[in-house]
């Protein structure tokens, strides 16, 4: 989550297969929500939302990415934990070097000491049928 007052540059990266897509789990506590959004995350200055893309997934689940096409930016709005947030995310679309990851139902990540998220395979119909949320709803576009 960025700042108060701070836009936030970040990369995504929309992994499919077949009907499903890899996403991360979340949950906002005041709300009582969860919802899930393709993995990624902050772009460092200097650095480019392809690199933050690629170094992000080896950080996060130690996985290397192929096939990695620019598919567009999203300006996101939102609110989480009762906190207004805005984002600029660079969307790609790309796939997994291993195939390993492909085979996985879930796995469990760190983005820090204190914060483990969990990153499934979920079904595309899902979502659509609004029994599981996506964010940002731009998203379907590029399913």
């Not at 460092?44 to 990695?68: K, V």
């Not at 979502?127 to 709803?137: D, N, Y």
Request: with cysteine; glycine share 8%; net charge negative.
């Amino acid at each position: 989550m960025n700042k108060a007052g701070e836009i936030r540059v970040i990369a995504l990266g929309l992994i499919r297969d077949g009907e499903r897509i890899f996403v991360s789990e979340g949950y906002d506590p005041v709300k009582q929500e969860t919802f899930y959004r393709a993995l990624g995350g902050g772009v460092d200055f200097g650095e480019t939302s392809h690199a933050a893309l690629e170094r992000e997934f080896q950080e996060e689940i130690q996985a290397d990415l192929t096939n990695i096409k620019y598919l567009g930016c999203i300006e996101n709005l939102f609110t989480f934990n009762s906190r207004q947030g805005h984002e600029i995310i660079q969307l790609y679309q790309c796939d997994f070097v291993d195939s390993k990851f492909y085979q996985l139902e879930s796995l469990v990540f760190s983005e820090s000491q204190t914060h483990k998220h969990k990153a499934l395979w979920i079904d595309i119909s899902r979502f659509e049928s609004g029994e599981l949320r996506l964010v940002p709803k731009v998203f379907f576009e590029y399913l």
